[in-house]
């Protein structure tokens, strides 16, 4: 309770905080884990095409309890083909005899890898060997436009994107070492409802910054709003610090 009842005007029976309230429960939404963001086909995991070649099949959602056989065959990790080694000299084809070692004695990565292919295999074939090891994280996902332009398919549907979006950064905090960052360059078709699912994912106190990516000073860049010119993006920043109740 707020103000002074012994002062005329001064008097409230509301508490001195601002936030969301639920009456039921009689505390703030924030300070209640059970809240959270819902949408349709939450309990599944979307492979989803990553090429315009892709962008007219029907996707597939495995819910993970019916379909849970197939969820593990996706998730089991994938053989990697087609290996090149980049040095200064240009690219080299590996092969069984390439003297190249990509882990040491003692399980730490000793290349650097650029994986071409759908993002969810690549990142469970990775999670065996770099589980908690990943120190920094950056992701530049689809936008949820609707702009084929893009060479993976930029068309899904608001749950779909969501569903595709929670599948990959549950996989990719697991990857995270402890107080590793996380950063996803996103714009205003789904930066709201990304926030609130990564405050779900990684911890709503892990939230560190909303990063402003201005992309030009006079033109701005080209959008479909004809009303104000758009000239930012917008990268979340989280790092992952187990949270411990004070």
Same mark, same amino acid.
């Given at each position: 309770?707020?103000?002074?009842?012994?002062?005329?005007?001064r008097y409230t029976n509301f508490g001195n905080k601002i936030g969301?309230?639920?009456?039921?429960?009689?505390?703030?939404?924030?300070?209640?884990?059970?809240?959270?963001?819902?949408?349709?086909?939450?309990?599944?995991?979307?492979?989803?095409?990553?090429?315009?070649?892709?962008?007219?099949?029907?996707?597939?959602?495995?819910?993970?309890?019916?379909?849970?056989?197939?969820?593990?065959?996706?998730?089991?990790?994938?053989?990697?083909?087609?290996?090149?080694?980049?040095?200064?000299?240009?690219?080299?084809?590996?092969?069984?005899?390439?003297?190249?070692?990509?882990?040491?004695?003692?399980?730490?990565l000793k290349q650097n890898l650029l994986i071409k292919g759908n993002?969810?295999?690549?990142?469970?074939?990775?999670?065996?060997?770099?589980?908690?090891?990943?120190?920094?994280?950056?992701?530049?996902?689809?936008?949820?436009?609707?702009n084929d332009g893009f060479r993976y398919n930029d068309s899904f549907?608001?749950?779909?994107?969501?569903?595709?979006?929670?599948?990959?950064? @549950? /996989?990719?905090?697991?990857?995270?070492? =402890?107080? !590793?960052?996380?950063?996803?360059?996103?714009? $205003?078709?789904?930066? %709201?409802?990304?926030?609130?699912?990564?405050?779900?994912?990684?911890?709503?106190?892990?939230?560190?910054? @909303? /990063?402003?990516?201005?992309?030009?000073? =006079?033109? !701005?860049?080209?959008?479909?709003?004809?009303? $104000?010119?758009?000239? %930012?993006?917008?990268?979340?920043?989280?790092?992952?610090?187990?949270?411990?109740?004070?």
């Open positions: 309770m707020a103000g002074d009842p012994l002062k005329k005007g969301l309230f639920s009456n039921k429960t009689g505390n703030f939404i924030c300070n209640s884990p059970e809240v959270v963001l819902n949408f349709p086909f939450k309990d599944t995991v979307l492979e989803a095409g990553m090429t315009k070649e892709d962008s007219s099949r029907e996707e597939r959602f495995l819910h993970i309890e019916m379909d849970a056989k197939d969820i593990d065959t996706l998730e089991d990790p994938k053989v990697l083909t087609n290996f090149k080694y980049i040095d200064q000299s240009g690219e080299h084809a590996l092969d069984e005899n390439s003297n190249i070692e990509f882990f040491d004695e003692n399980g730490e993002n969810l295999l690549a990142l469970h074939t990775l999670k065996e060997k770099l589980t908690g090891k990943i120190k920094l994280i950056y992701i530049d996902p689809p936008y949820n436009t609707k549907n608001h749950s779909s994107w969501l569903t595709f979006m929670r599948n990959r950064l @549950e /996989i990719a905090k697991e990857l995270l070492a =402890l107080n !590793g960052s996380i950063y996803v360059n996103i714009d $205003y078709n789904e930066v %709201h409802y990304l926030k609130v699912l990564m405050d779900e994912i990684f911890g709503i106190n892990n939230f560190q910054r @909303e /990063i402003i990516w201005r992309m030009g000073f =006079l033109s !701005g860049y080209k959008t479909s709003a004809n009303n $104000y010119i758009r000239n %930012h993006d917008t990268i979340l920043f989280y790092i992952d610090i187990p949270y411990r109740h004070v």
